[in-house]
């Protein structure tokens, strides 16, 4: 009787540990449960690809391949490149990150963010999916990060509570909340504003005080944190495409089986395409939501962008090198279509 009793436990014991390697999954198979930060909430398009992309890809490898998705940067205290720098040395696996914080680690990413280069979506589609992109993806993988493709956070747009920015000399002595990264640093700069940096949650309470007069960001971060509260204008100048880099360690990549691979580069093109579509969709009603709430909407004239884009060339003479004289020229040929035939 006792040997039978150990007997059923035995078994009892094997179904379980079969149950915990996943819903679907076939005994023997290789089964992973992996972690991956974004550096936003919840409410955001970030945090909707991010949990597509973990559910498809548990629900298409049989429960083989899970992964936990961390909102706020949570892993790394809420500091985005210690994050990154997480991601690149495998004590993460997978992250949304913009590609602004890869160049606070790596100055060369900063190409992606130069003032004015990319400036509608059909520019930022021509660079993401062409030479340019490869440029990038072959620097994520010297540091250590296999690329999954680019999802979008958006243009970034400037707000202040004085008036519209319509010219260079609007931005004299207006003290701008920016991030670290020294090609923000050096295009504020050089229009004569102060460029200020602290963290995000300081900002609200920053621009409530005057202690800064404005900010720049995505409208989506405009938006959710409610900053038409403490804003009256924001100018749509477009002038940095703030890209999305949907990053993977790339030691453990490597160690994964071809198919596993195939697998993890399908649903991540999935999910990037559904957050892009978001991103795009929700921004639209964004809008609109803001110009109800009072905030004024600015859309430069066509002149007035040129007109900011002869004055932050200083920024491409001073990163030049920093960049690449040849990677910039690829850039700017995709971003303005004169690398295509005509048809």
């Not at 509608?120 to 030479?131: F, K, Q, Y």
């Not at 956070?153 to 020294?182: A, C, V, W, Y």
Request: proline share 3%; with cysteine; net charge negative.
């Amino acid at each position: 009787m006792l040997k039978k009793v150990f007997i059923l436990k035995v078994f009892v014991c094997c179904i379980v540990f079969i149950a915990g390697c996943g819903a679907n999954a076939t005994p023997g198979e290789d089964v992973h449960e992996w972690k991956m930060t974004i550096t936003v909430g919840q409410g955001s398009t970030w945090y909707e690809g991010a949990i597509k992309f973990a559910e498809d890809l548990e629900r298409e490898s049989g429960g083989r391949l899970s992964i936990d998705v961390y909102t706020n940067e949570q892993l790394s205290a809420g500091n985005p490149e210690a994050g990154v720098e997480q991601l690149m040395d495998g004590l993460k696996d997978f992250s949304y990150n913009s590609s602004i914080i890869y160049a606070g680690i790596d100055p060369r990413f900063g190409v992606l963010s130069a003032p004015f280069l990319i400036n509608d979506i059909n520019d930022a589609e021509r660079v993401l999916n062409g030479e340019s992109g490869e440029i990038i993806e072959d620097m994520l993988r010297e540091r250590g990060v296999e690329p999954l493709g680019f999802a979008e956070s958006g243009f970034r747009q400037i707000t202040n509570d004085t008036q519209p920015i319509r010219s260079p000399e609007d931005l004299d002595h207006l003290k701008i909340r920016i991030p670290s990264m020294g090609v923000f640093t050096n295009l504020y700069r050089t229009q004569d504003a102060d460029p200020i940096t602290m963290a995000f949650s300081e900002v609200y309470t920053a621009l409530q005080q005057g202690t800064i007069d404005g900010q720049e960001n995505p409208v989506d971060v405009t938006y959710s944190s409610g900053l038409e509260e403490v804003q009256q204008y924001m100018t749509m100048w477009n002038y940095v495409y703030d890209a999305l880099i949907l990053g993977m360690n790339k030691e453990l990549y490597d160690s994964l089986s071809e198919e596993d691979q195939a697998l993890i580069k399908r649903v991540a093109a999935e999910a990037n395409e559904y957050q892009i579509a978001l991103t795009r969709e929700k921004e639209e009603e964004q809008l609109a939501e803001l110009e109800e709430k009072g905030m004024e909407i600015y859309y430069p004239s066509e002149s007035e962008i040129e007109e900011f884009r002869t004055s932050s060339q200083p920024v491409y003479d001073y990163f030049e090198d920093v960049w690449g004289a040849d990677h910039l020229e690829t850039f700017q040929r995709e971003a303005d279509g004169s690398g295509e035939m005509d048809e």
